[in-house]
Every structure is written in C-alpha cells, then in structure tokens.
C-alpha cells in the first residue's frame, strides 16, 4: 500500500503513561467518548509512521471476545490506508491474545467495518455480561450506534 508516494511503515504500540494527554486530545478532535480513560480497562495502541503518532485504537478483552474501540487517524492523515492497517494490527493483537470473536459499536464508520468483514449484528444479541457492563455499551455510545462482529478464525 503507498501514501503519498512512499511505502507505509507504521508501528504499533502498547501506549505508555505519557500518553494521556495525546489519547484525550485524538479521541476528543474525533468526537469519540472519553468518559472511561480514566478506568484502565481499555488498552490503546498507538499507531506510528517515522516516530509520529499518526492514529490509534483501543481494545477491551472480555475472555474470548475483544471490544474494538477508538478506532481514530489524525484528520491530516485520513484517506490513505491508516486506518484500515491499524485496525488490521489491532485484529492481530486479538488473535495473539486468544480472543475469538471482536465487536464494535460504530456511528460514522459501518461500511468501513463491512468492509473489513465485520457483520451487523443485534446489539441486544451480544451475550457477554461484563462486556455488556463496559462503558461504551452502557453509556458511552448510544443506542442508535451499530453494533458489529467479526469472528476470528483459529491460528
């Protein structure tokens, strides 16, 4: 895949305790909820190209399903693949973590996810609790918002 006339070579990154203040900024400038940062249950990765945070997304790991969130690329940024290769290496974290099946809940970006096979799915047909008792399905997104899911095939 090519940007702008160069190969992309982003890394993939745990976030580290400095990167508070950039998680809260990105998420807020992509209207995306920042109510439970605070609640260190979400483990964002920080998507890099030549040392620069260029995007980022967050997971949750509920035992064998992941809930995907935050899924953002700066505005200068968009269009040109980012996005599609984080959620990629996001997809593989899940699939290094064990996790079987990823879910979503999305208000801007369903075809994105389509695209990427995820499948529409009933929000009210997610059977995981403590999923379920998470902030983005209980007050962080609302109900209108899509729910997704991807299956992960086995190793």
Do not use: Q, W
Request: glycine share 8%; charged share 25%; aromatic share 6%.
């Amino acid at each position: 895949m090519f940007a702008e006339g160069k190969t992309m070579d982003i890394t993939l990154r745990k976030s580290g305790p400095g990167d508070g203040k950039l998680i809260s900024s990105m998420l807020t400038a992509a209207n995306l909820p920042v109510e439970s940062l605070d609640n260190r249950i979400t483990t964002f990765y920080m998507a890099e190209e030549d040392g620069k945070v260029i995007g980022m997304a967050g997971m949750e790991i509920y035992g064998e399903e992941a809930l995907l969130r935050s899924v953002t690329v700066l505005s200068g940024m968009r269009d040109k693949g980012y996005g599609s290769m984080i959620v990629d290496r996001m997809l593989d974290e899940a699939r290094n973590a064990n996790v079987r099946s990823v879910i979503l809940l999305t208000e801007t970006a369903r075809d994105f996810f389509l695209k990427k096979g995820f499948s529409v799915v009933e929000r009210s047909g997610i059977d995981n609790a403590e999923m379920k008792r998470s902030s983005e399905f209980t007050f962080a997104c609302p109900k209108s918002a899509v729910c997704m899911k991807l299956e992960l095939a086995s190793h």
